[in-house]
């Protein structure tokens, strides 16, 4: 496979990171090797169809057909390239806390097949020090031979799916090296694929940077949570005077309550951050509220969802409205859906959901739009999803997205 005359990046995980890096590489004239230990992702990607809502079926097919891209689970393939990059998933375990088997596992079988001078780079999301403690010392112990000489960095991938605007070519990318030649050698790579490089000093800086901004996206989320809540309790509309506030040109940005927050990075990387924070022995109390906050709201909507309906209706029905965790896409990692419906369950109701790019989810699907209900929960608003008839058919809906403006029928949260 691929171009002789090329150099080659190999990218360890093919997806939401993994395949969009692919293809920019792919743009960027590099020959790319994507592995992933998943058999039937390979095959997916491989056969032309794109696993990931930012990756059309017609640009895989023009790298595959390009010759430069291919997707695989042969980790030997790694001798052929001069960058390896990681992006392989860093979720929470049981206990919440980092959970580096997937990243730990990764880079146990990539070390073995690695080429002396290879640069290796961490793009998962982790805590300051992954890069240095975790990441080089396996690849030290495991590298072949002949590899005397590797070269680390971190550049944690801040991609936003299903952003219409900023995507992983426009988004400035933070690199670091662990030494001066690995710093070279990592910009040389971001500067080929990305419209902007941002050099910080230690990969430590970046690491730490990552989950400054996810964990202030969840700080943020939890204050309007919070105040939505104290807002209705008042009979005042959040979203009012969200809008309001937001008229403010400088030192304020806005944000919109909801159900609570969900996918791998706003639920997950403040909580690398605690546990970090924690190995100091110190103990850090806004974090663990502001997640506190925002796990609570599931249970908060199918309260106030309930109680729009009359105390006389015995199992009440509810539709869930978007059971993925983002508009535009089927994801549905760390869904706060999952909690709501748990709550309503609990409580009494009947609930069905639908979501027209999640056909089946935890053993269930998703029914049609009309199902019959009491009261319908909007948690995440497609652009697919026919909400009009909804609302043309009269039926309550309490609208957790402030996407559904001066209809009678319908509740604000
Ligand atoms: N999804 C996002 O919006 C986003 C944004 C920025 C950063 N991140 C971070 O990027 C990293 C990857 O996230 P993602 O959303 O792309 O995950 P993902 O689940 O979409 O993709 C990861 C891929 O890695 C593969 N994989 C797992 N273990 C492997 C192994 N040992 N060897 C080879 N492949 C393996 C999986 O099969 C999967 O296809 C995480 O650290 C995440 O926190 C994600």
């Known amino acids: 496979m691929g171009n002789t005359n090329k150099r080659t990046v190999a990218i360890v995980g093919q997806g939401y990171v993994g395949l969009p890096l692919a293809m920019a590489a792919v743009d960027a004239g590099w020959n790319v090797i994507g592995i ?29 057909g390009s010759n430069l891209y291919t997707a695989t689970k042969d980790f030997s393939l ?162 009012e005077v969200i809008d309001a506030a937001s008229t403010k040109p400088y030192g304020y940005m806005t944000f919109r309550p909801g159900v609570g927050v969900g996918g791998h990075c706003i639920p997950v990387d403040p909580l690398y951050l605690t546990w970090w924070a924690q190995q100091s022995g110190n103990t850090y109390s806004l974090i663990d509220s502001a997640d506190k906050i925002n796990r609570q709201m599931p249970k908060y909507v199918a309260e106030l969802a309930l109680s729009s309906i009359s105390a006389d209706t015995k199992s009440p029905k509810v539709l869930v409205l978007g059971v993925a965790y983002k508009s535009g896409l089927g994801d549905v990692r760390e869904t706060p859906a999952s909690e709501l419906v748990d709550h309503l369950r609990s409580l009494g109701a009947i609930v069905a959901w639908h979501d027209p790019l999640v056909r089946n989810w935890r053993t269930e699907n998703s029914v049609e739009i009309n199902w019959a209900c009491d009261v319908a929960i909007l948690v995440t608003r497609h652009p697919e999803m026919q909400i009009d008839d909804l609302i043309q058919r009269g039926v309550r809906i309490l609208d957790c997205t402030n996407t559904i403006h001066n209809q009678a029928q319908v509740d604000y949260l």
Do not use: H, M
Not at 36 to 59: A, Q, T
Not at 100 to 129: D, K
Not at 171 to 190: C, D, H, M, Q, W
């Open 36 to 64: 992933d230990n998943s058999e039937s992702k390979v095959s997916l990607i491989n056969s032309g169809i794109s696993p990931v809502e930012d990756i059309s079926d017609s640009v895989l097919n023009s790298a595959l």
């Open 78 to 239: 790694i001798a052929n390239a001069e960058v390896v990059t990681i992006c392989v998933p860093t979720p929470l375990d049981q206990e919440r806390k980092p959970d580096l088997l997937l990243l730990r596992n990764a880079v146990e079988e990539l070390a073995p097949f690695i080429a002396n001078e290879t640069l290796i780079v961490s793009e998962s999301t982790s805590y300051p020090g992954t890069l240095r403690q975790e990441i080089l010392p396996i690849v030290e112990k495991l590298k072949p031979r002949g590899a005397s000489v590797i070269y680390y960095a971190s550049a944690p991938e801040r991609v936003n799916p299903a952003d219409p605007v900023w995507n992983q070519k426009n988004t400035p990318r933070l690199v670091a090296g662990i030494n001066e030649e690995s710093r070279i050698k990592a910009l040389e790579f971001y500067y080929s694929i990305s419209d902007a490089v941002v050099p910080v000093t230690s990969p430590e800086v970046a690491e730490a940077a990552k989950l400054l901004e996810n964990t202030f996206r969840l700080v943020n989320i939890a204050l309007v949570n919070e105040f939505a809540q104290i807002c209705n309790t008042n009979n005042i509309n959040v979203n």
